[in-house]
């Protein structure tokens, strides 16, 4: 009895230590695939499985995004200049059971095939094109490595390019050629700054002028405004006083002896200037007898005067001559 007990014990520990051996852990970021007897069978998700021992197992494939490193290389461009190239690849996996039995070592092949395309794309290049159109060689490796890996069951995400040095010597130089570019760069942007101030001065100057032009041509306009509208208003009044003189004197309606006395007084004012010589009108004679019988009537008023008799009417002046 304690034979079978000791026997069912055993049975129960060995029962045991097969179910144990049988479990399996599938991570969330893997896959796993099943095989009996060395033939795939199925692909399981995560989580924990139970294959049976030494009949079946699991082989799990990590489905996160793997990163490659390209070892540099020394790759001759178009311009035969020799440059170290290197690069980075990274990839996940699609299916994984193409990955697992499509290729035996897919770290090493996808690294031969970059360095070998890489090659290729940057040999088509000469050396300023491969220094400065990275994105170009990125987009065009990718574009290859992807082609060639989709019957893998891998898909790559992107290609990136970490350094191209070319030799020391080529190196050298270009920084020499990059020096006499920003020094010729600098030259002609101060040669063109010296242009632009030397324009903006003339420009200054020519609208200066132009401006005091305009204001003195703004200044003469306006005072020949205010003299011809000061002439004006002077004519305009001597016009007023010459239309009221000349309508009291008809209005008034003087005599010959008045006439005579204002034109005395005329000729007094025009004689006493600096003129040696006086050309009187043609029509002066006729004052001139108005005159001298004005000075008769004042010669005979006066004797009369002295005499107490009454003064006579003094005789009418002579008609003038035509």
Known sequence: MEALIGLFALVAL????FVFIGLRIVRPFEKGLVEMLGKYQRTVDSGLRWVMPFVKRITTVDMREQVIDVPPQEVITKDNVVVTVDAVIYYEATDPVKLVYNVGNFILAITKLAQTNLRNV?????LDSALTSREIINSKLRQILDDATDKWGTRVVRVEIQRIEPPPDVTESMHRQM???????AVVTEAEGEKRS????????REKQILEAEGQAEATKRVADARRYQLETVAEGEARNIERTYAAIHTGDPSPDLLAIKYLEALGAVANGRATKIFLPLESSGVLSSVAALGEVFASTGTQAQSGDDPAPPPPPPPAPA
Do not use: F
């Open 122 to 126: 940057v040999g088509d290049l000469d």
């Open 14 to 17: 060995a029962l045991i230590v």
């Open 179 to 185: 020096k006499a570019e920003r020094l010729r760069r």
């Open 198 to 205: 030397a324009i903006l001065k003339a420009e200054g100057v």
